[in-house]
């Protein structure tokens, strides 16, 4: 997961975004239980602090592909200023 958000963090960095441009980010994860949600709101406020925006989290059965565990979509209103 740390590498999905640093992966985030760098998508945005090169358009000229960072996290506060997201407004929206859902969440899909294998197998969710306490443990996988701690992890996830870890990165989270690391990534947002106080700040978050809204999201949602869905518990799935089985990952879309070989070897995924978890997938994050974040998604961007566009700035007034922009």
Not at 26 to 34: I, L, N, P, Q, S
Not at 47 to 63: F, M, Y
Request: glycine fraction near 8%.
């Amino acid at each position: 997961m740390e590498r999905a958000f640093a992966s985030l963090r760098t998508a945005l960095a090169a358009v000229g975004l960072g996290p506060a441009d997201v407004v929206r980010i859902g969440t899909y994860v294998v197998g969710h239980d306490e443990r996988k949600l701690q992890v996830l709101l870890t990165h989270l406020h690391a990534t947002w602090g106080t700040e978050l925006p809204a999201q949602t989290l869905i518990g799935v059965a089985a990952p879309a592909l070989p070897g995924c565990s978890s997938r994050s979509t974040p998604w961007r209103c566009a700035r007034p200023d922009r």
